[in-house]
């Protein structure tokens, strides 16, 4: 047990990769055994996970449960693993996904299965490893080996224009990652060391954090994707297969997020602040660019796709809020996403299971022959759109919150004010898609006798609801263990404290003053 708990990290980062070559080299050929290889796999990634969330102490938020060994370059780049309170909900979110995507493959794929496979698993590796680096190189190669995976199963089991979507994922994200490269070692020379916690102590001119600041921000904001470089997104999404629309939106668009939150604001304070209201203004722009054109979409999928730019735009804007609470809210929004548009995604994947389309036009009244089905749609839809009491309305309220509340961006009222016209148009557009979809009259004779929920569709699903309604119920499950390390993430920007201090009610002190001739009838004069 000690080889496991003492490297816990480690296997749950490459625990995943293993799975994925015995596939790949020993199992290519049977795809029921290849799909139990990569079912027991993720289950014990995920197990593995649970250790390490049950045993991560949060009050600290501290780096925790820390590898670290030398590399190369006598020690300067290394090996270098740790998990802090942000990264550990992360991981989490990664591997509870994990099996459910796994298992939404096991009738909707039939071709080259264990490639399929085994490219899913590979690309868990990436998306751990990218959360849990502390080396800078060692993040940029796990940063750069997600796209790899990606790109296979967005072009191999993709739709009609699979290859354009997969090659336009590709050159969209290989660009963010070259200037990226480019800062990452110019700060090598500046440091000797690709340590993270080395960086974070270099004392950086002004100019020198806004060029440095700007080439990483761009790599995550195409990552997020931020508004105007959100354009490989929807097409990704709509040419992926289910399973890969779940991990896009799931877990890796976190990683642009993320990379914003644990690199970007805390390496360069100070082009953060200079650069917060371009960022604020650029998520305003999408949250409600990405409602308005969802809102005019026919094809569910495409449909939900934009809900993500405007989902996203949401996080964004609670990170360069510059407030404690806004970028607290901002991590949970990124969990509340990947499990309502990751459900979403595997809700649209099912109806076009059976159907082969995912044109409104072509429903209308489904709710009659698939109650259950229609049910769990409803109750996923509203937790996309925030509905209080489901997982979407936290992350919401106290990215809004925040943001009002900020006193570093210019007109944050009127920028909440707006933000706040996203949700309106989200629950609009939701529910105008339900509608179309579920309610009316069964008009489409195809839809008579569609087949409702099987047990494998109730098994992958209900643990997504679950967590909709715990986490909407009890967000400090979440909180409770991202807030401390988000104060030491943030420390460089000196944010204001989760709790806004009240203010010390001003006494005013009285004095009495009795003079030496007092007066006969006993009475003084009063001074103040």
Not at 7 to 26: C, M, N
Not at 235 to 256: I, N
Not at 421 to 427: E, I, Y
Request: hydrophobic letters at 55%; proline letters at 5%.
């Amino acid at each position: 047990m000690s080889l496991v708990t003492d490297h816990i990290l480690s296997w749950i980062t490459f625990l995943p990769l293993a799975g994925a070559l015995v596939i790949l080299l020993v199992m290519n050929r049977h795809a029921v055994l290849a799909f139990w290889t990569a079912m027991v796999v993720a289950l014990a990634d995920l197990a593995l996970s649970l250790v390490l969330w049950f045993g991560y102490d949060p009050a600290p938020g501290t780096d925790q449960f820390t590898e670290r060994v030398a590399w190369f370059l006598d020690g300067r780049v290394q090996y270098h693993l740790a998990c802090d309170g942000i990264s550990l909900v992360l991981v989490m979110l990664t591997t509870v996904l994990g099996p459910l995507i796994i298992l939404s493959t096991r009738r909707a794929l039939a071709d080259r299965v264990p490639l399929f496979l085994s490219m899913y698993l590979m690309l868990q590796t990436a998306m751990i490893g990218t959360f849990l680096a502390r080396d800078m190189l060692l993040f940029y190669v796990f940063w750069e080996l997600m796209i790899i995976p990606m790109y296979f199963i967005i072009g191999i089991w993709g739709g009609k224009r699979r290859i354009y979507a997969a090659v336009k994922f590709f050159i969209f994200t290989m660009a963010g990652s070259v200037f990226m490269l480019v800062a990452i070692l110019y700060c090598w020379f500046k440091a000797g060391s690709m340590d993270l916690a080395t960086w974070l102590q270099l004392e950086l001119t002004y100019s020198e954090q806004i060029w440095l600041f700007a080439a990483f921000a761009l790599a995550f904001a195409i990552k997020v994707p931020i508004w105007p470089l959100h354009t490989w997104l929807p097409d990704a999404h709509v040419e992926a297969p289910t399973a890969g629309s779940v991990v896009l939106a799931g877990v890796l668009l976190k990683m642009g997020t993320y990379g914003l939150l644990r690199f970007a604001i805390p390496l360069f304070p100070e082009a953060t602040v200079a650069a917060a209201p371009v960022m604020a203004i650029l998520a305003v722009i999408g949250i409600i660019f990405g409602a308005l054109v969802a809102w005019v979409q026919t094809d569910v999928k495409k449909l939900v796709a934009y809900s993500s730019v405007s989902h996203l735009g949401f996080v964004v804007l609670g990170l360069f809020s510059l407030t404690a609470q806004g970028a607290a809210g901002g991590v949970f929004q990124m969990l509340a996403h990947g499990l309502s548009t990751g459900g979403l995604f595997l809700l649209v994947g099912i109806i076009y299971e059976r159907r082969h389309t995912r044109e409104m036009a072509e429903f209308g009244g489904l709710a009659h022959g698939m109650p259950a089905f229609a049910t769990i749609f409803m109750i996923t839809t509203l937790a996309s759109v925030g509905l209080p009491g489901l997982c979407g309305f936290v992350g919401e309220f106290m990215i809004l919150l925040g943001t009002f509340g900020s006193t570093t961006l210019p007109h944050a009222r009127l920028m909440t004010v707006l933000a706040t016209t996203g949700v309106v148009l989200g629950a609009i557009y939701m529910l105008w898609m339900y509608q179309k979809v579920f309610l009316g009259a069964l008009k489409v004779e195809k839809n008579r006798g569609l087949p409702d929920l099987s047990l494998r569709e109730w098994v992958v699903l209900v643990p997504l609801v679950v967590f909709m309604f715990w986490l909407g119920v009890g967000p400090g499950l979440v909180l409770d263990k991202i807030e401390p390390s988000l104060q030491r993430v943030l420390a460089p920007l000196a944010l204001e404290q989760y709790e806004t201090p009240h203010e010390t009610p001003q006494v005013e002190h009285h004095t009495l003053h009795i003079p030496d001739n007092v007066p006969a009838d006993g009475h003084a004069e009063v001074v103040r």
